[in-house]
């Protein structure tokens, strides 16, 4: 599964969390690799010069996760980036736990992106993390 999303919607937590690591917090640089997942910097979706880079990584998954953070008021997701991976597409909604986050929107920022399949997740209260280790499975 490869993780993309902004910089700090939690993309390494989650990866940290289904994988059983000991969480710590830190910023991914580069594209790693670790056991089942594909983690992708922040800076690749932020930055249109680098999806040619997202979309040769996604050929080594089978899943390509976006990650959407429910307290952000913007999205950088633009309108039917799903298309451009041939890989099945699912979105990822995190942080849904947090006081005066915006589960709804974030979900439409998802949706217009073209994600079909979402689901609501937070690394912290263990929501979520069960459905998305059944696809792992």
Same mark, same amino acid.
């Given at each position: 599964?490869?993780?993309? $999303?902004?910089?700090?919607? $939690?993309?390494?937590?989650?990866?940290?969390?289904?994988?059983? +690591?000991?969480?710590? *917090?830190?910023?991914?640089?580069? %594209?790693?690799?670790?056991? !089942?997942?594909?983690?992708?910097?922040?800076?690749?979706?932020?930055?249109?010069?680098?999806?040619?880079?997202?979309?040769?990584?996604? *050929?080594?998954?089978?899943?390509?996760?976006?990650?959407?953070?429910?307290?952000?008021?913007?999205?950088?997701?633009?309108?039917?980036?799903?298309?451009?991976?041939?890989?099945? %597409?699912? $979105?990822?909604?995190?942080?849904?736990?947090?006081? $005066?986050?915006?589960? +709804?929107?974030? +979900? !439409?920022?998802? *949706?217009?992106?073209?994600?079909?399949?979402?689901?609501?997740?937070?690394?912290?209260?263990?929501?979520?993390?069960?459905?998305?280790?059944?696809?792992?499975?």
């Amino acid at each position: 599964m490869m993780l993309i $999303g902004e910089s700090g919607v $939690g993309k390494t937590s989650l990866i940290q969390v289904l994988s059983g +690591e000991a969480f710590s *917090a830190r910023k991914t640089m580069a %594209v790693e690799f670790t056991g !089942r997942f594909i983690d992708t910097p922040g800076e690749f979706l932020e930055n249109r010069r680098f999806y040619p880079a997202l979309i040769t990584s996604s *050929a080594d998954c089978d899943v390509v996760a976006m990650v959407q953070d429910a307290t952000r008021i913007s999205s950088l997701f633009p309108p039917q980036f799903s298309t451009i991976f041939t890989r099945k %597409v699912i $979105g990822i909604v995190t942080k849904v736990d947090v006081p $005066g986050c915006n589960v +709804e929107r974030a +979900e !439409r920022f998802l *949706a217009n992106a073209g994600v079909k399949e979402i689901i609501r997740s937070s690394s912290k209260a263990n929501i979520g993390l069960d459905i998305l280790q059944d696809m792992l499975n």
